[in-house]
């Protein structure tokens, strides 16, 4: 009988408080090696689809904004369509990255992405998906990444049939998920821990 071989865990360690200087060096001002940070730019002139903005800041458990955070985002394009090789329903758009990549601003401690609005996505089983935008989150005293998902507040009736926010125990915590709307804008405050604790996944 063939004895098989596990791989062991690799050691955890946080993601500062050099994470800038690696993911977004033009930020710091460490310039020549990318012409612009990899994800700074999601969107050109030739994107389809709905343009939105995409603000809000990182708290941690005082209640403090986090001055060192840096988020990701992945979403699908306005057709509800991935920029992936394994996206299998369709053509993406060329025009729109799917993915970005932004620090906080060390003064107003504010991330900010301009994106389009996402159409919506099958769930493994078939049923479909509000439209959402996937988060990331590294910062300091974070060992792993902290992933969570922005819904859209104008899509209650999409909100109330997703099958990711119906899988929340504590009802009352699914409007962390819920982003506050303005027009084309909106906001997406994320708190770490606290009486607001955001909703993160284990993914």
Known sequence: MTKLEYLKESPSQTAGPYVHIGCTPNFVGNTGIYKEDLGVRMVNAKTKGQRITVKGRVF??????MKDAMLEIWQADGEGLFNSPSETRGKADPYFTGW??????META?????????GAV??????????????WIVARGINIG????????????????????????HRMRVPTLIAKQSGDKYTFDIHIQGDNETVFFDI
């Open 100 to 105: 970005g990549r932004q620090p906080v601003d």
């Open 122 to 135: 099958p769930f493994p089983d078939g049923r479909s998906q509000a439209p959402h935008i996937n988060f």
């Open 110 to 118: 504010e991330f900010c992405f301009e994106t389009v609005k996402p």
């Open 146 to 169: 902290l992933n969570t998902r922005m819904y859209f507040p104008e899509e209650e009736e999409a909100n109330a049939a997703d099958p990711v926010l119906g899988r929340i125990e």
């Open 60 to 65: 941690d458990g005082t209640g403090a904004p």
